[in-house]
C-alpha cells in the first residue's frame, strides 16, 4: 500500500489547505455545479456514513416524537432529507433546517421537490444566532475541511450556541487509503460534475484526527468512525442549557 500511496497520490502527510476547490469559485460553470449537488447523494450515500453516525450519534439523543436539527452548510440538502427519512421510520419527527450562505445552492434546491420537514434558508449560522434561533442538533457535512481557521472557530461557536443536545460536525479523514480508493470509485464515475476533482482536493485539505483534535475548543470530542471519517462532537449535558 506504501508503494502505491507513494505512485499515485500527492504527499498527504500534512493538510494543504492552499487548495482551492472547483465548487467553491464564484465563476464555476452553474451547470456543473448543479450536477455535483445532483451527484452528492449518490457520494455521501457510500463515503460520508452518514446512516451509521445517525445511529450512533442521534438517534440516542432523541427523548421524543419532535425535535428539530439545523444542517450547516447543506449544499443541496441530501443530508438533511436522509435524517429526516431515518428519524421518520423511527417514529420522530425531525424538522430540518438546512443553511448555505451560497445563493447557487438554494437556487438548486428550488429545483427540487419539496420535503415534509425540510426547510431551506439561504444564511449562515451566525445569522441564526443573531436571530436568537435554537435547534436540539445541529449538524454539518464535509464542512470543516473548507474553513480558515477565523471561520473554523466561529461555526464552532456557532453551533454550541444553536444546540439544545448536541453538535455533531462530520469530515473526511485525511489518508493516503482515502485518497486512493476515492479515486478509483469515481474513475469512471460522475463525468461533467466536480465530485471527482472536488473529492480528491477535499481529501488533501482535511484533517488528520491530531489535528483536528488540536484546534478543538474544551469541551469538544473528536470521534473516528470507519472507513475514513472524522466526528467533531459537542454534547450539551444539561438539554435546553
Not at 51 to 77: A, C, E, K, M, N
Request: proline residues 5%; charged residues 25%; positive net charge.
Amino acid at each position: 500500500m506504501m508503494v502505491l500511496q507513494q505512485k499515485f497520490a500527492p504527499s498527504l502527510t500534512a493538510r494543504d489547505d492552499a487548495l482551492v476547490e472547483r465548487m467553491d469559485e464564484p465563476s464555476c460553470d452553474r451547470d456543473t455545479l448543479f450536477r455535483t449537488y445532483a451527484d452528492f447523494p449518490r457520494v455521501n450515500r457510500v463515503v460520508s456514513g452518514w446512516r451509521t453516525t445517525y445511529l450512533s450519534q442521534i438517534r440516542p439523543r432523541f427523548t421524543g416524537p419532535v425535535h428539530s436539527l439545523v444542517d450547516i452548510g447543506s449544499g443541496g440538502g441530501d443530508v438533511a432529507r436522509a435524517l429526516i427519512d431515518w428519524a421518520r421510520r423511527d417514529g420522530v419527527k425531525l424538522d430540518v433546517t438546512a443553511i448555505d450562505p451560497d445563493p447557487r445552492a438554494a437556487d438548486y434546491v428550488r429545483t427540487l421537490p419539496p420535503a415534509l420537514g425540510f426547510a431551506y434558508r439561504e444564511c449562515s449560522s451566525t445569522d441564526l444566532v443573531d436571530e436568537g434561533a435554537r435547534f436540539d442538533f445541529v449538524v454539518s457535512n464535509h464542512v470543516l475541511h473548507h474553513l480558515a481557521a477565523a471561520e473554523l472557530g466561529t461555526v464552532l461557536a456557532d453551533s454550541k450556541r444553536l444546540a439544545r443536545r448536541a453538535v455533531v460536525h462530520s469530515d473526511i479523514r485525511r489518508s493516503g487509503a482515502a485518497y486512493l480508493l476515492f479515486s478509483a470509485f469515481t474513475a469512471a464515475r460522475f463525468r461533467g460534475s466536480f465530485i471527482r476533482e472536488d473529492g480528491l482536493l477535499s481529501i488533501r485539505r482535511s484533517y488528520s484526527r491530531d489535528e483536528l483534535a488540536a484546534l478543538a475548543p474544551r469541551g469538544w470530542t473528536v470521534k473516528t468512525q470507519a472507513p475514513f471519517r472524522l466526528l467533531l462532537v459537542f454534547e450539551r449535558h444539561t438539554p435546553g442549557a
